[in-house]
């Protein structure tokens, strides 16, 4: 039955870690019969009062895994608060690629390495959804400035790419009628392929079934208010509350593909997720020519908009390479941006 007492409103917070050896990160078994028991989790534990979370992940990854980590080298990935209905919790997870031992699983779990692109959502507590996108997403969108010219969009991905070892291309060119898009688009998902970087085209779900190839889309938000009416949908009332709705009912492109939207505030964030993105961009973080009607929002602002967010998000909008860690930093998954890289 759900928790409508008191202390519903009170989540408990979780130092979570995803342990990684190269590209494989450390999976365990949740015992049968703990809250969501006989799921797979990243190992941690509550923080306790007046403990930092690094120190409570530090004890966790001692006590459950046997493994000894270094609190320096951790690293914020995202962090997501979830409502259960029995439980509300708030999971802070982090990235620990400095660790000592080999793990084991010291409560009787079973533990295993696991390849990212091998995880699946089902096997684990649905708060993990975001965890699973924020190990995959790249940390940086590079978003074409206007242009229908691939040789221009090929030179400057080849300078780019150069300089960065993980990225993807954000295909926008709103000024292109669709076919002209479109016939771009196949010429430039190539140039993606042979960079082995993902190519997301931006505009409306129904690119993405004359490009399947496409990594997936990402939605303006003048296409994300022509979708059917989420609230609408059978059954989703009480769902909106929990921040969750079946991806079957809302989201507007197949589950193997990404979605990404553009927000711009915190109720365009919720929305977001209801749609079932798998992240999303918040802007303008700095003052920027191309929007100077936008008021700027700051790292705090992004901050706080982005705690409350259940999916990555990239901070957009006078950002630069540099700002990757700040981004992440600050709850952030990374930057996308034109004016950093495009010429
Ligand atoms: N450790 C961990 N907990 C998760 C994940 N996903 C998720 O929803 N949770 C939830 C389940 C639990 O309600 C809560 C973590 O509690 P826990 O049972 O690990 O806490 P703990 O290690 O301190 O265990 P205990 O002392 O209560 O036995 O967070 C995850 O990936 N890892
Ligand atoms: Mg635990």
């Not at 990854?61 to 979830?82: F, K, N, R, S």
């Not at 793990?103 to 096997?123: A, I």
Request: glycine content about 10%.
């Amino acid at each position: 039955m759900p928790n409508t007492g008191p202390d519903r409103a009170l989540p408990v917070h979780v130092a979570v870690g995803v342990v990684a050896d190269g590209a494989r990160v450390l999976i365990a078994r949740r015992p049968s019969g703990k809250h969501m028991g006989g799921l797979l989790e990243f190992p941690g534990g509550k923080v306790d009062p007046g403990e930092s979370v690094r120190a409570a992940l530090v004890r966790e990854l001692a006590e459950e895994v046997g493994l000894e980590a270094d609190p320096v080298g951790m690293e914020p990935l995202i962090q997501i608060e979830h409502d259960y209905g029995d439980k509300s919790v708030l999971l802070d997870v982090w990235r620990v690629r400095d660790f000592k031992g080999v793990p084991r699983g010291l409560e009787g779990q079973p533990v295993n390495w696991m390849r990212v692109e091998d995880l699946n959502d089902t096997d684990f507590p649905v708060a993990n959804r975001p965890i699973i996108r924020a190990l995959r997403l790249p940390p940086e969108w590079l978003v074409t400035g206007e242009s229908d010219d691939v040789g221009q969009i090929s030179r400057n991905l080849a300078l780019a790419l150069s300089v960065r070892s993980r990225s993807g291309l954000l295909l926008r060119q709103p000024q292109l009628a669709v076919e002209a898009y479109l016939r771009l688009a196949h010429e430039v998902l190539p140039l993606c392929k042979a960079h082995g970087i993902p190519l997301m085209l931006h505009g409306g779900p129904s690119l993405l079934q004359v490009l399947p190839e496409a990594a997936g889309i990402h939605l303006p938000q003048s296409v994300v208010r022509q979708l059917p009416d989420v609230r609408s949908a059978k059954g989703t009332p009480s769902s909106i509350q929990q921040g969750f709705v079946p991806a079957s009912e809302a989201r507007p492109v197949a589950a193997g593909k990404w979605l990404g939207v553009s927000c711009h505030s915190p109720a365009e964030l919720a929305h977001a997720a209801l749609i079932g993105a798998d992240y999303a961009t918040l802007s303008p973080l700095n003052p920027t020519s191309s929007h100077p009607e936008r008021e700027p929002l700051g790292w705090d602002s992004f901050r706080g908009w982005v705690r409350a967010a259940r999916c990555p998000v990239y901070a957009m909008g006078g950002v630069g390479l540099r700002d990757i860690p700040s981004s992440i930093g600050h709850g952030g998954q990374g930057i996308a941006g034109i004016s950093h890289w495009w010429r």
